[in-house]
């Protein structure tokens, strides 16, 4: 047998790459002993050959074969057995999951016979022939690829000739009916008759499951989870157990902690007399999972005792689907929960304390990008507000933004720069887009476990749902609320943690973990969020080997960061020092047309440079700045090509002496750069404009003295910019020495960034002139690429992350193949001239959780990032090192 289907027995949960998540846990859940309706899965491996070939493995039909009559045997009844049918359900799972993105058919088995038998054996014809016309409209809509309006449509029809309000007012009778006519719907639509034969029902089912990897809500949903694109989907065909048999029966899904708050306890919704899908699409209201003691103690104990069981042995939250039929349990499926990012770091230390996990084990549980998220702001508890409604908190965060009601309004306000909150009375897959584009969630109907919540959750937006006081009319476009009135576009905040929503936009306030970096909020203050960060994030320092340096210019981003953590600075980038008022002195020494008037200008610019670098060295004292030379291209301190000439020109038309502008035109002509991020910039600049990095280095220097005087230790690094040969920098280098010579600091060591392909492949050779490198990995992925950085993101990259050309833009998370394997070159290259040349990195990827990881690995002695993310660059830094 080759590798293509595997009984629920035969895998167990590592095995979710090939099995999917699903897939590996229920066999996890059978090998437990726990009771899981018996079933096998085909792997992602027949997946990935038919997103190939746009057909299955010739080998798989006969591998099915086996696996059903197996099933069969155990099961005792067989497909589309006339008496008494076996039923399955063929559902999809990822080895990630993707909550509701792909396709699943219930009731596969059924047939015009068959579902005699069913409401023989059920007793139930009512039943029978419901799961009949549900098969045939999941069916329709899933595999022969028909408007599920058509479906609605009829139902609504059947219902209204009844006078019925509810699916549950229609009869067996008017249930036949509407078989009937769902099957001359699909004939109608298709040309074809709706397939009697149960196994051609599931090997196109099977073929629609892995057809639907590629949907386009899959695909969004892989871009914005950053899922690789060709992992492909495993297909579980599993026995159907029935919770819609009656009041002994039900459905729910339970977490064995809150997975909002991170709180011990069970926690899950329970729904009697339904189907799975009717709890998670948030139709019917649901009851807390405790209300199911009253209801059916007997499951409700089982379910406790199994649910203990299954968190000691994943030895973590776990999420669990779960249906009673007629008063026996059965387990679905489970996971590893999803939970909120505060969820997450207090589970985690809540383990530690219960023995259950080591630190180690602790900090690899949480994420630098959840600690990122439990940074954002928060509504500030004293600002007046006016609160309309309170519904469950299912997604933490502060949001405020206008009422949208539908996903393509909440894009298209997006697109224009507004904000929106998505207002739905429930959220389906469909949705996805809206709620993307807006900063939050606002449903009236659904549980913790709703669609909209467990979406949100994983994406990290803020979302209330189940917000009943509010009626949402989404064809009037408007909200009403205890005869308050709110109009599509009015402005409303929500509370994701409290669930509270309030007319009007609501001030934030930073959030407690912010104030415990800042320090204004200690880990002892009583906030067990506070206290769980502190405690890890302790661990990480602990265990980490990478330093953290910040990307500061001035005093200020240096003592913030410097409070969040920093070890110093990586990255002071001069220019930022050039702009404001200075810019008039820039320009003078453009538009220098002498030596005296170059000399001029540049001595206007060096005490205030000098002044800039007196604070940031105090602010840093003690630890190492690295202040890079200037690097960007001189017209970029000019103004605009197309303004001046056309102001030069009116001017003249006018009559008028054009004056200094005339002069500046002239400049910005000569200056002006077809491709201007790989012109004159960074060390060539240096040395084309005699002065210029003289200028700077003595603003260093002699900062750098006046410290030591008054008793402070500076430590400054200087740093040449976009070297491409050993030669640039030897030029360079010379001029700095001469300068520090002068000026009588000569203890400053002098470095480079390798922010050019060229730059890594010789890093060899410039080793010889560096003191320290630099990865400057901004510019090194544009040019690695050819990527202009400042034009690409807007102009295709969509189109190619929807291509799956890559996952995640390469300017935030690093291209470890291409650009990371020139970093790693560089490293080598470098080392092997002088073995403890100091490697640090300072483009943006330097606050990237998964970057981190790379830095790590390949060897680099710190990284450097945005002040606001030295905490996670310290989080994940730590990670790395386990
Ligand atoms: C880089 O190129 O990665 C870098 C840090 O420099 P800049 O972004 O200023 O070009
Ligand atoms: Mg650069």
Known sequence: MSNLVYDFAEGNKDMKELLGGKGANLAEMTNLGLPVPPGFTITTEACKVYLRTGAVPPELADEIDHHVDVLQQKMGKKLGQADDPLLVSVRSGAAASMPGMMETVLNVGLNDDSVNGLAHQSGNPRFAWDAYRRLIQMFGKTVLAMDGEVFEQAL??????????????????????????????????????????????????????????NSERAILYRRQER?????????????????????????????????????????????????????????????PLADMEQLDKTSYDELMAIMAKLEGHYRDLCDIEFTVERGKLWMLQTRVGKRTAAAAF????????????????????????????????????????????????????AA??????????????????????????????????????????????????????????????????????LDVNVAQGTITVNGTVIEEGETISIDGTTGEVFRGEVPVVPSPVVQYFEGSLHADDGDELVAAVHRL?????????????????????AARARRFGAEGIGLCRTEHMFLGERRESVERLILADNDADCAAALAELEPLQRGDFLELLAAMDGLPVTIRLIDPPLHEFLPSMEELAVKVALARERGQDPGHDAALLTAV??????????????????????????????????????????????RPEIMIPLVGAVQELMLARDEVEGVLAEVGVESIPIGTMIELPRAAVIADQIAEAADFFSFGTNDLTQTTWGFSRDDVEGAFFSRYLEKGIF???????????????????????GRATKPDLKLGICG??????DSIQFFHEVGLDYVSCSPFRIPVARLEAGRSAL
């Not at 943006?844 to 959780?849: A, I, L, N, T, Y």
Request: net charge negative; aromatic share 4%; charged share 25%.
């Open 844 to 849: 943006e990827h330097g606050g990237d959780p």
């Open 669 to 714: 002509e000569r200056l002006h750069e077809e491709n201007p991020m790989l012109g004159l910039r960074g060390v060539r600049l240096g040395l084309v404009i005699p002065g210029l990095f003289a200028m700077q280095v003595r603003a260093i220097a002699s900062a750098a003295a006046e410290l030591r005087e008054q008793g402070k230790d500076p």
């Open 346 to 397: 207090r589970i985690a230390t809540s383990l530690i304390d219960e023995g259950v996990i080591d630190t180690d084990e602790a900090l690899r549980r949480v994420t630098g990008a959840q600690l990122a998220q439990l940074m954002f702001p928060r509504f500030d508890a004293d600002a007046e507000k006016e609160k309309i409604a309170k519904g469950i908190g299912a997604s933490p965060g």
């Open 400 to 469: 405020s933004g206008t009422v949208i009601f539908t996903s393509a309004a909440a894009v298209e306000a997006a697109d224009k720069g507004e904000k929106v909150i998505l207002v739905r009375r429930e959220t389906n897959p469909d949705d996805l887009h809206g709620m993307i584009a807006a900063q939050g969630i606002l449903t009236s109907r659904g549980g913790k476990t709703s669609h909209a919540a467990v979406v949100a959750r994983g994406m990290g937006k803020t979302c209330v749902c189940g917000a009943e006081e």
């Open 156 to 213: 609504d029809a059947a219902k209204d000739a009844k006078g019925a309000r509810s699916d549950l007012d229609l009869d067996a009778d008017d249930l036949k009916a509407l078989v009937e006519t769902f099957k001359h719907a699909v004939h109608e639509h298709t040309g074809r008759e709706f397939p009697q034969d149960p196994r051609t029902q599931m090997d196109l089912a099977i073929a629609a499951v892995f057809g639907s990897w």
């Open 227 to 287: 899922i690789g694109t060709d992992l492909g989907t495993a297909v579980n065909i599993c026995s159907m157990v029935f919770g819609n048999l009656g009041m002994d029966s039900g459905t729910g899904v339970a977490f064995t902690r809150d997975p909002s708050t991170g709180q011990p306890g069970v926690y899950g919704d329970y729904l009697q007399n339904a189907q799975g899908e009717d709890v998670v699409a948030g139709i019917r209201n649901t009851v």
């Open 537 to 557: 994030m302790t661990h990480a320092d602990e265990v980490r080997r990478l330093g953290i340096r910040t990307n500061a210019d001035t005093a200020d981003d």
């Open 807 to 829: 996952a995640v833009s390469p300017f935030e998370s690093i291209d470890r193949e291409g650009v990371g394997a020139l970093v790693r070159t560089g490293v080598e290259r």
